[in-house]
């Protein structure tokens, strides 16, 4: 399994910064850019709904370092809509974990006055490490 890079490669793109990562819960700053607009100026719920994925990946991490995951399913509600340079706190908390997947709720709130803007909950998957037998015997896959 290859050992997961925190923060990893895209906060540079979400102009993202970990603040915390610990015990289920992971709280990330984004600024959006101007590069992140959609036509009508404001910031295109794709990239809000990756925000919220690089919020729910640090949390279920904190909960389970040695496990590597996948968001599986995410729904994700847009309350108010942001502008580019508009400092966003992202909130994510795993509410349960088991053998096989985590249930995850998050948050985009402005940092100015804490307005909840995006609401979103998730499911990741414990992905099994490949045995490297089947690596071996499926060489090129």
Known sequence: MQEPKFPPPCFDFLNAQLLEMTGGVAVV???PSSEMEN???LIQG????GMIDNIIGPAVVS???DRQSSTIQMTVNYLRSVKAGEKLIGTARVIKHGRTQAFVEATLEWERDKALLVKASA???FLDPVDARDEEHCAGC
């Open 29 to 31: 700053r984004f600024t």
């Open 123 to 125: 499911t990741n998957v």
């Open 46 to 49: 794709g990239i809000l709904a």
């Open 63 to 65: 909960v389970a370092p």
């Open 39 to 41: 036509p009508y100026g």
